[in-house]
Nanobody, 124 residues
Framework: QVQLVESGGGLVQAGGSLRLSCAAS????????MGWFRQAPGKEREFVAA????????DYADSVKGRFTISRDNAKNTVYLQINSLKPEDTALYYC?????????????????WGQGTQVTVSS
């Protein structure tokens, strides 16, 4: 069992930056690939970024490439999402998720554990 707790969300102006963190419980964090997803009001949850178990491989949604960076620190059981050049359309509840195994994935159903989310609101 893995418990995930996100933090770092907030209200920012367009063009600003945030760093989201996701802290995982347990001693097996390095066994999981990790992902970030987001859900805006009235929309389905969508893939944002993912990182492999080792941290050597990453994947991004086209809409965030060049602005978002996913990273992980296995010693701290934490995955991060650095968000730059924020846009109003980035407003959403951001979730982190853990997937058993080494590789990244984009589909919600590929992930086994989910956090409760952290809200990001971008004002224009």
């Amino acid at each position: 069992q893995v418990q995930l707790v996100e933090s770092g969300g907030g209200l920012v102006q367009a063009g600003g930056s945030l760093r989201l963190s996701c802290a995982a419980s347990g001693r097996t964090f390095s066994s999981y690939a990790m992902g970030w997803f987001r859900q805006a009001p009235g929309k389905e949850r969508e893939f944002v970024a993912a990182i492999s178990r080792s941290g050597r491989s990453t994947d991004y949604a086209d809409s965030v490439k060049g602005r978002f960076t996913i990273s992980r620190d296995n010693a701290k059981n934490t995955v991060y999402l650095q968000i730059n050049s924020l846009k109003p359309e980035d407003t959403a509840l951001y979730y982190c998720a853990a997937r058993r195994g080494p590789w990244t994935a984009q589909a919600n159903e590929e992930y086994d554990y989910w956090g409760q989310g952290t809200q990001v609101t971008v004002s224009s």
